[in-house]
Nanobody, 115 residues
């Protein structure tokens, strides 16, 4: 069964860093785009970062310069390095890909940033 397993969330203080991981199973992640979304309480889910099959990256304006998306192809895993975290980054973070024609979401990992 194709799966994405997200991990790495936690409670941190403003200015701290966290790294989220998204481990893929049953398919070769490097052959597909990978996204990180987040959903804050009372808000819609938003795309924060994307890594393409060719390794290109895109970021939302709210995280540009602070977050870095990457992959380790040997581990079949995607990462989101989050630096200079702020309270407004508090959200559940989800990894996502579209494998063939089907969407797959990780289970979500909670990031809480205290001021």
């Amino acid at each position: 069964e194709v799966q994405l397993q997200a991990s790495g969330g936690g409670l941190v203080q403003a200015g701290d860093s966290l790294r989220l991981s998204c481990a893929a199973s049953r398919f070769r992640f490097r052959d597909y785009n990978g996204d990180w979304f987040r959903q804050a309480p009372g808000k819609e889910r938003e795309l924060v970062a994307r890594i393409t099959r060719s390794g290109g990256t895109q970021y939302s304006d709210s995280v540009k310069g602070r977050f870095t998306i990457s992959r380790d192809n040997a581990k079949n895993t995607m990462y989101l390095q989050m630096n200079s975290l702020q309270p407004e980054d508090t959200a559940v973070y989800y990894c996502y890909t579209r494998y063939l024609i089907s969407p797959y979401w990780g289970q979500g990992t909670l990031v809480t940033v205290s001021s």
